[in-house]
């Protein structure tokens, strides 16, 4: 099977990415991938050149929104059969954007989701298409393998980009109120972002630290409960894999956190969870399988047809 991959994460193109490591096993299981960062890389010129000249079995779109038209055009041009695939919760999108992914996804001749949640939207759109549920592909027993380690002060952690969709000032916010309660308590936020300088102001003399992006594998063993902002999730990695460290999280109903395991509850009963966790010394558990690289790699195969 030879495929065609129009990207929008300049990382697939980076050696020693997550991205970079998915491409590589997506590769071992067809003839030829060719992938295309368009716009941000690649032009829309050089893809129908390549488009051109190979006879490509398969146009694969990693959204259904501006990559997931120009696929269905080259798809049409060369009798490709079309394959989209959909990351993001289509109900966090706005009207055109949702009535723009619709009329591609009823096009399209197979497509792929990476949770139950999106599943259902993209049922809910009237699509005949085969649709494939395979989450993103994660090294879950990296995170399996970790054990909790003593620590002195309760620890909350955060993890995310300091960016409004994350909603980082919420974190904040939660704290001052989990701090009333639990005044021993810490608050570590893993990321970077245009936020940044406003979230410090904003923490004051409030007991949180800023690492930087740091490997949440290294900070995952001396925390009490990841609290999730975000105002939407395409998937929600940092929530897989905090579970699957045995971490418990907090979230509101965004990505895959239902489905995983989080506890999910109102926004404004973040603090209130959050203090119940830290008195209880719950543990988080992933109820969600995640595939090995071998099986997830056959299973993306077959999401293409």
């Not at 009237?126 to 592909?137: F, K, Q, S, T």
């Not at 995310?160 to 936020?189: H, I, Q, S, W, Y």
């Not at 940044?196 to 409030?206: D, F």
């Not at 971490?247 to 509101?252: K, N, R, S």
Request: proline share 5%.
């Amino acid at each position: 099977m030879k495929v065609l991959m129009i990207s929008g994460d300049k990382n697939i193109l980076s050696s020693g990415s997550g991205a970079h490591a998915r491409l590589e096993l997506q590769r071992s299981q067809v003839e030829q991938l060719d992938v295309f960062v368009w716009p941000r890389v690649h032009s829309r010129r050089e893809i129908l050149l390549a488009a051109q000249k190979n006879s490509y079995d398969v146009i694969t779109a990693q959204d259904p929104f501006w990559r997931g038209l120009l696929a269905l055009q080259i798809a049409r041009r060369t009798g490709s059969k079309l394959n989209l695939q959909v990351h993001t919760d289509l109900a966090a999108q706005g009207v055109f954007r949702r009535l723009f992914a619709s009329m591609l996804l009823r096009r399209a001749d197979s497509v792929r989701v990476v949770s139950e949640k999106i599943q259902g939207q993209v049922r809910s759109l009237g699509v005949r298409a085969l649709i494939h549920l395979l989450p993103v592909y994660i090294n879950i027993q990296r995170f399996q393998s970790l054990a909790p380690q003593p620590h002195e002060q309760k620890t909350i952690l955060w993890i995310g980009r300091f960016e409004a969709e994350k909603d980082p000032l919420a974190a904040v916010r939660v704290f001052n109120e989990v701090r009333m309660k639990e005044t021993g308590a810490k608050l570590v936020m893993l990321g970077a972002g245009s936020l940044e300088p406003v979230l410090r102001k904003s923490a004051g003399a409030l007991l949180i630290e800023f690492p930087g992006w740091q490997d949440p594998a290294s900070y995952l063993p001396t925390a009490d409960v990841v609290l999730c902002t975000s105002q939407h999730e395409s998937w929600g990695a940092s929530v897989v894999e905090s579970l699957a460290a045995g971490v418990p999280v907090v979230a509101p109903d965004v990505g895959i956190a239902r489905e995983a395991g989080a506890i999910v509850v109102p926004r404004a009963e973040f603090a209130s969870a959050v203090c119940g966790i830290l008195r209880s010394g719950e543990r988080g558990v992933l109820k969600v399988p995640m595939p090995s690289a071998a099986e997830w790699a056959r299973a993306w195969r077959e999401t293409l047809v």
